[in-house]
């Protein structure tokens, strides 16, 4: 799902990407002028919609990119997309 809304209402609250435990990935989140916003690794990623200082970005149309970092046997998983936040 690319659709969130980390309005406190307890529901959707977070984009969540979970590989089950299976690969170690990278996400970056930019923009849409190109700042990157947010940075996190792991098996599962987590983002509430704030900047790492914790500042609650604006609803808009940000983009990521999304790249295994260890545990993909090809070592070449790499995709890109866009979430949407909505408050």
Known sequence: Q?????NGDGVNEYFIINTGGAIHLQI???????????ESDGREIVWDGKSPSGVELES?????VLSSLRGDPGGNYNTTGFVY???
Not at 28 to 38: A, D, E, H, N
């Open 2 to 6: 690319n659709v969130f809304t980390p």
């Open 28 to 38: 970056r989140i930019f923009s849409r002028s190109g700042l990157l916003v947010y």
């Open 60 to 64: 808009g149309i940000y983009y990521y």
């Open 85 to 87: 936040l909505l408050k």
